[in-house]
């Protein structure tokens, strides 16, 4: 189970950090990641860590504003948000799925309920 939290509404230029508690299986395992959907548009990818926290996968829109990290410790994922602007205004889902002898196994992600991020201009 996936389970977001942080999630609220902030003027533009502002910053928060979502959370995302994974309980039943260890996050060490999983390649996990954050998602985003706005309305009218179709869930995007943002920000991706892989199973040993080493590399990272940003979306061009976000680089150097959103920061990904992982606490395999105590299966949390986290997601701060810096410098935010209008447009990432969204709700906002954690994703994880396993990785067996290093391939990803997309079709079995998993998928937290989501957290609203609305940013006002």
């Known amino acids: 189970q996936l389970v977001e939290s942080g999630g609220g509404s902030v003027q533009a230029g502002g910053s928060l950090r979502l959370s995302c508690t994974a309980s039943g299986y260890a996050s060490s395992r999983y390649c996990m990641g954050w998602f985003r959907q706005a309305p009218g548009k179709e869930r995007e990818a943002v920000a991706v860590i892989y199973t040993g926290g080493g590399s990272t996968f940003y979306a061009d829109s976000v680089k150097g504003r959103l920061t990904i990290s992982k606490d395999n410790a105590k299966n949390i994922l986290s997601l701060q948000m810096n410098s935010l602007k209008a447009e990432d205004t969204a709700v906002y889902y954690c994703?994880?799925?396993?990785?067996?002898?290093?391939?990803?196994?997309?079709?079995?992600?998993?998928w937290g309920q989501g957290t609203q991020v609305t940013v006002s201009s």
């Open positions: 994703a994880a799925e396993p990785v067996v002898g290093g391939r990803r196994l997309i079709p079995d992600r998993r």
